[in-house]
Nanobody, 125 residues
Framework: QVQLVESGGGLVQAGGSLRLSCAAS????????MGWFRQAPGKEREFVTS????????YYADSVKGRFTISRDNAKNTVYLQMNSLKPEDTAVYYC??????????????????WGQGTQVTVSS
């Protein structure tokens, strides 16, 4: 079993920055792939970014490329999402996800078995 706890969400003005954290515990082999997704009201959950825990390979949605950065701290078992140049359209609940897959980018939510509870990010214009 893997437990994921997100933190760091909040209200920020357009152009500002936030850093989300996802603290992972349990099931090291079940979190070889870590991802961030987001879901805005009335919309489907969408892929934001993912990272291969051991190798550090990263992947990004086009909408956040160049503005968001995913990283991980092995010692703290934590994955971070640094979000810069935030836009109102980035407003959503952000979810951390994990899976044991040894291959693939993890761009679809169905590829993940473990999810955090989500953290709200609101960007005002």
């Amino acid at each position: 079993q893997v437990q994921l706890v997100e933190s760091g969400g909040g209200l920020v003005q357009a152009g500002g920055s936030l850093r989300l954290s996802c603290a992972a515990s349990g099931g090291t082999n079940n979190r070889l792939l870590m991802g961030w997704f987001r879901q805005a009201p009335g919309k489907e959950r969408e892929f934001v970014t993912s990272i291969r825990w051991s190798a550090g390979y990263t992947y990004y949605a086009d909408s956040v490329k160049g503005r968001f950065t995913i990283s991980r701290d092995n010692a703290k078992n934590t994955v971070y999402l640094q979000m810069n140049s935030l836009k109102p359209e980035d407003t959503a609940v952000y979810y951390c996800a994990a899976d044991s897959k040894v291959a693939g980018i993890g761009k679809t939510s169905t590829e993940y078995n473990y999810w955090g509870q989500g953290t709200q990010v609101t960007v005002s214009s």
